[in-house]
């Protein structure tokens, strides 16, 4: 398969340059694959021996498939309620948004049904191709744990009374309980226990993040010094940046050893405020959605760890708790990326932070980038930056047919 674009944004920095750098672009420009991986891309004409171009792509930009670390549910389905045809809708539907690869993520419940939940996440996976299956849907890069181990004081959409001490029994049993398929786990550092804890997931492969927390900018450097190497969506559910107490806000845009992910709807966090962040820790951003299962469905009532939502429809508007508490989000991957743009962040940033930053921090330097022996997951977004047609593993599972 050989494409040609009049514009390509690989989301791989140039040679030599440092690894947050911006990503290159090529206008016009190639990219042809074989059996899955990329194996040819530059700039200008393909050469002649790639033959002819199989599709040419006159307009908008084409990039790696977009990657999204957080998403609770989308098309009315609730991951920690699910069954396999609702996944399976999930991993299908989601090209749409020119997302090819993804966390489910549960978030805290009474802790029985959230060890469970992952018990049927695990015995559900596998019959659909388990974390990296290829087409016809979304890969599956494993699962988001956010909770239970979260602080009362910063608990956001979350239950407090369901929210637990990290102690080394609980983390073990809900490890067992996905059967591997922990990949991140969203924590206070500031509980009893959270340090070795931390210790512990971290020598598991688990990638552990500090969220829904009332740090202090000390104990969110502990955490780092112990192997956290994340903040979940920046600003909210945790202690905000003081001029005398930078608070997980301020240590995690000034620590380098953490990126923080960003919930990119300009409702969670002001277009001006996200500029910042992007300016403050560059390379170091990351987009998710944050999407319930409202996502992509009609104003309505739906769930969000066992307990209801409301979305109002329209405006890209959060869903809500009936205290007004903001709930996950209805938003696009896509409309992350173009959300950032029309905040003032150069495309080439956004469209990293939604591909190669989230890819490299999840340990799979195989996705999320334009380049030789990458996966052929790609996403064309419009001249508007919505998604036009995306493919998976070489596979075309969006738009319409273009060969």
Same mark, same amino acid.
């Given at each position: 398969?050989?494409?040609? %674009?009049?514009?390509?944004?690989? &989301? ?15 206008? /016009?420009?190639?990219?042809? $694959? =074989? ?21 040419? @792509? ?36 989601? /090209? ?20 469970? !939940? ?19 849907? &979304? ?11 979260? +602080? ?9 009374? $369901?929210?637990?001490?990290? *102690? ?8 067992? #309980?996905? !059967?591997?398929?922990?990949?991140? @786990?969203?924590?206070?550092?500031? @509980? *009893? ?10 020598? +598991? ?7 829904? +927390?009332?740090?202090? #900018?000390?104990?969110? +450097?502990? &955490? ?39 919930? &990119?709807?300009?409702? =969670?966090?002001?277009?001006q405020v996200a500029a910042i962040a992007f300016r403050a820790a560059p390379g170091r951003i990351c987009l998710v959605t944050d999407a319930a299962a409202c996502a992509g469905m009609p104003g309505g009532r739906y769930i969000l760890g066992g307990e209801p939502i409301e979305l109002a429809g329209g405006d890209g508007e959060p869903p809500v708790r009936a205290d007004g508490t903001m709930a996950g989000s209805a938003l696009r991957m896509d409309s992350a990326v173009a959300n950032m743009v029309a905040a003032g962040v150069s495309l080439a940033d956004a469209v990293a932070a939604a591909t190669r930053i989230p890819a490299d921090l999840i340990g799979r330097p195989d996705l999320?980038?334009?380049?030789? !022996? ?5 996403? $064309?977004?419009? *001249?508007?930056?919505? #998604?036009? %047609? ?14």
């Amino acid at each position: 398969m050989l494409i040609t %674009a009049a514009r390509i944004m690989t &989301a791989a920095p140039p040679a030599g340059a440092p690894a947050g750098g911006a990503a290159t672009v090529l206008a /016009p420009g190639y990219v042809a $694959w =074989h059996d899955g991986r990329i194996t040819a891309m530059g700039g200008g004409k393909p050469p002649a021996r790639l033959g002819k171009p199989d599709v040419a @792509l006159a307009d908008g930009v084409l990039l790696p498939g977009l990657v999204d670390l957080q998403v609770n549910g989308y098309f009315g389905v609730e991951f920690g309620a699910t069954d396999a045809a609702g996944l399976a809708t999930v991993l299908g539907r989601l /090209p749409e948004t020119g997302t090819t690869a993804f966390l489910p993520t549960l978030v805290t419940s009474p802790f029985d049904l959230m060890r469970a !939940s992952l018990s049927r996440a695990a015995a559900i996976l596998p019959g659909l191709g388990g974390p990296g299956n290829a087409a016809p849907g &979304a890969r599956v890069l494993g699962i988001h744990l956010e909770g239970p181990f979260l +602080s009362p004081k910063r608990p956001g959409a979350h239950n407090p009374e $369901w929210m637990l001490t990290p *102690d080394a029994g609980r983390v073990d049993e809900l490890l067992a #309980a996905g !059967s591997g398929l922990v990949r991140l @786990l969203t924590m206070a550092p500031e @509980l *009893d226990g959270a340090m070795a804890a931390i210790r512990h997931l971290t020598a +598991s492969g688990v990638l552990v993040s500090v969220g829904h +927390s009332d740090a202090t #900018a000390q104990q969110v +450097s502990a &955490a780092a010094m112990n192997g956290a190497r994340m903040v979940t969506h920046l600003f909210n559910a945790q202690r905000p940046m003081h001029h005398r107490e930078p608070g997980v806000v301020g240590q995690a845009l000034s620590d380098g050893r953490l990126v923080a992910s960003l919930i &990119a709807d300009l409702h =969670h966090v002001a277009g001006q405020v996200a500029a910042i962040a992007f300016r403050a820790a560059p390379g170091r951003i990351c987009l998710v959605t944050d999407a319930a299962a409202c996502a992509g469905m009609p104003g309505g009532r739906y769930i969000l760890g066992g307990e209801p939502i409301e979305l109002a429809g329209g405006d890209g508007e959060p869903p809500v708790r009936a205290d007004g508490t903001m709930a996950g989000s209805a938003l696009r991957m896509d409309s992350a990326v173009a959300n950032m743009v029309a905040a003032g962040v150069s495309l080439a940033d956004a469209v990293a932070a939604a591909t190669r930053i989230p890819a490299d921090l999840i340990g799979r330097p195989d996705l999320g980038r334009i380049s030789v !022996s990458a996966a052929a997951d790609l996403t $064309w977004l419009g *001249d508007d930056l919505r #998604a036009r %047609a995306t493919w998976i593993g070489g596979h075309q599972v969006f738009g319409a047919a273009l060969s």
